[in-house]
C-alpha cells in the first residue's frame, strides 16, 4: 500500500489550505484515515481522523477550523485548514488503517504558517 499526500506549503496566518492523501496498492478493506503532524522537537500527534462509517474526531486545538473528509472511491482523505494559526506549522503525514489492524503512513507534507 502507498500513500501520496500532497497539498502543504507556505501560507500567511489566516490562510487555508487543503491536504490530500490517495492510498493505492493492495488496499484492504480501510477502516480508518486520518492526518497527524509533527513539528520539530515534538512527538507525531493525531490532528483528525475519519472512520468508515464517516464518524470524525479532531483534536481540540483544530475544532471549527478543520474539516477532514474522505472520497471511499478514490481511497483519498482529504484535510481542509482555515484560519490556518503560526502553531499549526509542522509535517503533517496522513494514516490509513484496514481492518485486519494492519496500517501505513504517508510521506509526509510541509505545512509552515507565516507572514
Known amino acids: 500500500v502507498q500513500l501520496q499526500a500532497s497539498g502543504g506549503g507556505l501560507v500567511q496566518p489566516g490562510g487555508s489550505l487543503r491536504l490530500s492523501c490517495a492510498a493505492s496498492?493492495?488496499?484492504?478493506?480501510?477502516?480508518?484515515m486520518g492526518w497527524f503532524r509533527q513539528a520539530p522537537g515534538n512527538q507525531r500527534d493525531t490532528v483528525a481522523f475519519i472512520t468508515s462509517d464517516g464518524s470524525t474526531h479532531y483534536v481540540n486545538s483544530v475544532k471549527g477550523r478543520f474539516t477532514i473528509s474522505r472520497d471511499n472511491a478514490k481511497s483519498t482523505v482529504y484535510l481542509q485548514m482555515n484560519s490556518l494559526k503560526p502553531e499549526d506549522t509542522a509535517v503533517y503525514y496522513c494514516?490509513?488503517?484496514?481492518?485486519?489492524?494492519?496500517?501505513?503512513w504517508g510521506q509526509g507534507t510541509q505545512v509552515t504558517v507565516s507572514s
Open positions: 494514516r490509513v488503517v484496514q481492518s485486519d489492524h494492519r496500517f501505513y
Open positions: 496498492g493492495s488496499i484492504f478493506s480501510i477502516y480508518e
